[in-house]
């Protein structure tokens, strides 16, 4: 399954690009799922943050080998993970998702270093409305980007538009029932406290997660 790259900036600063890759596969007779990235269709640099977006319509979610958990709403529906690496130059092959990932979305960023938890608010609890709703965050400095994060529960809601003043990185949905969809979204020059609007998506009742990150720039 190859990768669709659909924005590319210059190296070094800012977002630098993103990859979103969905698909299923079958092993023995129950439906599987996974995500794979080669790390040599990824433009990055070492001290780039690379940060990686799983979402499942209901199952686990483990930590990506060579990544660090942000957040892990693991066994709910849906189940989100979103993780992140420091780019160090040792990366080679493939992120390898195990099978239970419905979909995903892996950006890279540059000029900025990865979050604490201080720097992350989630909502986990927007059920059945359909319009995954990042949660308000403060203290954040203006020269940070801010990642708006969604996921949802059903397979035929993927993101038509981000939140307003945010510019959307990708919008995937799983390619078999019963699915999950991923969004995810930036923001430079942010206010003090961003609060980002509900992502627009064609679905009116499912259950969904979602977040809003800080990326703070490298000193």
């Not at 990055?44 to 709403?73: A, K, R």
């Not at 993970?81 to 890279?108: C, H, K, P």
């Not at 799983?174 to 992502?199: I, M, N, R, V, W």
Request: charged fraction near 15%; charge should be negative.
């Amino acid at each position: 399954m190859s990768l669709m790259p659909f924005t590319h900036y210059p190296a070094g600063r800012g977002f630098i690009q993103g990859f979103v890759e969905g698909h299923a596969m079958t092993l023995g007779s129950a439906p599987m799922w996974g995500v794979t990235y080669p790390w040599s269709d990824l433009d990055v640099l070492v001290g780039d943050i690379v940060i990686l977006l799983y979402v499942n319509g209901n199952g686990t979610i483990t930590t990506q080998s060579g990544f660090t958990s942000l957040f892990n709403d693991d066994g709910n529906a849906p189940s989100l993970a979103l993780m992140y690496r420091v780019v160090d130059g040792t990366e080679s092959g493939n992120i390898s998702s195990q099978f239970e990932i419905m979909t995903g979305i892996v950006a890279v960023f540059g000029g900025h270093d990865s979050p604490t938890g201080g720097q992350i608010a989630s909502t986990t609890d927007g059920r059945r409305n359909g319009d995954p709703d990042p949660p308000s965050l403060s203290g954040i400095a203006s020269d940070s980007i801010v990642l708006a994060v969604g996921g949802l529960d059903d397979d035929n809601s993927t993101a038509v538009s981000a939140p307003s003043g945010y510019t959307m990185i990708a919008a995937n949905q799983s390619a078999a029932s019963p699915g999950a969809s991923a969004q995810l979204a930036y923001k430079t020059s942010p206010s003090s406290t961003e609060d980002p609007a509900a992502f627009n998506v064609l679905s009116g009742d499912d259950d969904w997660v979602a977040l809003t990150v800080e990326l703070p720039k490298s000193v």
